[in-house]
């Protein structure tokens, strides 16, 4: 088993504080990190963003643009070889997944978790996709004024639940009772929050603290929600 931040929701400033924790988990003084940033169509200003934010934190950062380039398979293998730490941007989430499954990306995250050959993360899109579903906004990338938001499958499946990121926005609360037809536990956590796994050990982080986070289930069609614990 490997090492996952999966962060909720914020931005290079707020999560600042998770992301320093995602490096400490490198045991890296300088570590390399891979942006991908196939959720939003490989945005250019988007991958320059975070370049700056975390070489200003003391890291070198490569970035993987499945969209915008044409790799071969051992520039890949190579680009995941040389990250200590992988990070997923955000963005649309359906689409990113449709490109990674068509390169057999997904299958290499999977292998890199087992192995622990570096620590995978990630925010919104990028945390969801450790899940095996998600409450996604996928519909608001697709120009449709009467978009809405809806629970996706397909995800990589380290985690057997439903990851809700965002929760603290308007329009996430309908996460509750999209999750009762799923069968599933739910997790919901507001921006600035994260769940961590470090091989096999899970706990949550936040870099806001009046964030929350809620285990969420439904029994006999019953809601039961349960505030998460958080460690700092």
Known sequence: MGRIVAIAGGNLETTQKINRYMISLSKKVHPNVLFIGTASQDDEGYAERFKNAFQNIGCSVKTLALVKRNYLETDVEELLFWA???????????????????????????EIYRKDQAVLGGISAGAICWFSGGHSDSESFME????????????????????????????????DKMLKSKNMRGLAMESETAFVDVNGELSFIRSRESAKAYWIDWVNDNLHKKEVVFEN
């Open 144 to 175: 449709d004024e009467n978009w809405n938001y809806k629970i996706v499958d397909g995800m990589l499946g380290i985690y057997p639940f439903v990851f809700c990121p965002h929760y603290n926005d308007e329009g996430r609360k309908s996460f």
């Open 84 to 110: 200590d730490i992988i990070y997923v941007g955000g963005g649309d989430t359906v689409s990113m997944m449709k490109i990674w499954k068509a390169f057999s990306f997904d299958k290499k995250l999977k």
